[in-house]
């Protein structure tokens, strides 16, 4: 039973196309992630939402949305895809964050959406 | 402008040898420090944490030093094993548990 899932695993699609990307925790966590991981291989916080509420808005372009239905959901939407947002993206959760929980500041992972954009 | 840093990006050890996987910070308000091993097609896996008030924490084979003067953490896998092959990332915890992750270092173990 994944911990962190996210679908599609693979996504290739045609530039100023619209996609979405789902994220689903089961281990309770209160936090939630997008990563994304380009091609240099560095991997980039983008957004992070603590019980659906946005807590970290990173330089992104605007063309990009995640939305929280619930505290277990992170979905992240892209319109009209550019060439350059072609990537891996990285779905994570943790603990409640500013706490001295233990665990607290560990992330787990998905295991990826590849994005192409053609 | 790149906080955390991994200047090696692959490291070939010999099994049973000791492999050292090294990182550099330039924030000093970075207060948690951790390390991710990727295999390919899955996402970062978490392996050992360090916080900032301590300079070595050790988890069976794998042991973390930090050296908050050098802003610089070692990871230490002995003895080295094929399995441990995989990308190993640094990253460090900074204002709400904002991980910023280095580049990784590709770590190759032959048998």
């Known amino acids: 039973d994944t911990a962190v899932s996210q679908t599609p695993k693979y996504l290739v699609t045609q530039m100023g196309n619209d996609k979405s990307i789902k994220c689903e925790q089961n281990?309770?966590?209160?936090?939630m992630y997008w990563y994304k991981q380009d091609s240099k291989k560095f991997l980039k916080i983008m957004f992070s939402?603590?019980?659906?509420?946005?807590?970290i808005n990173e330089t992104v372009p605007n063309r990009f949305s995640p939305k929280s239905p619930d505290k277990a959901h992170l979905n992240l939407h892209i319109n009209s895809l550019e060439l350059g947002d072609s990537a891996v993206y990285f779905c994570?959760?943790?603990?409640?964050?500013?706490?001295?929980?233990?665990?607290?500041?560990?992330?787990?992972f998905g295991a990826g959406s590849r994005l192409t954009v053609l | 402008d790149q906080q955390v840093k991994q200047n090696s990006p692959s490291l070939s050890v010999q099994e049973g040898r000791i492999s050292i996987l090294n990182c550099d910070y330039t924030?000093?308000?970075?207060?948690?420090f951790l390390w991710y091993k990727k295999y390919p097609a899955e996402g970062p896996t978490f392996l050992i944490s360090?916080?900032?008030?301590?300079d070595k924490n050790e988890d069976g084979r794998f042991t973390v030093f930090l050296n908050k003067s050098a802003k610089h953490l070692s990871l230490h896998i002995v003895p080295s094993q094929p399995g441990d092959s995989a990308v190993y990332f640094c990253a460090a915890k900074g204002y709400g548990n904002k991980l910023v992750f280095g580049a990784g270092t590709i770590l190759r173990v032959k048998s």
């Open positions: 360090i916080s900032s008030i301590k």
């Open positions: 994570a959760s943790s603990l409640t964050t500013g706490r001295a929980v233990a665990g607290a500041n560990v992330l787990t």
């Open positions: 939402y603590n019980n659906k509420e946005l807590i």
């Open positions: 281990l309770g966590h209160d936090t």
């Open positions: 924030n000093s308000m970075f207060d948690y």
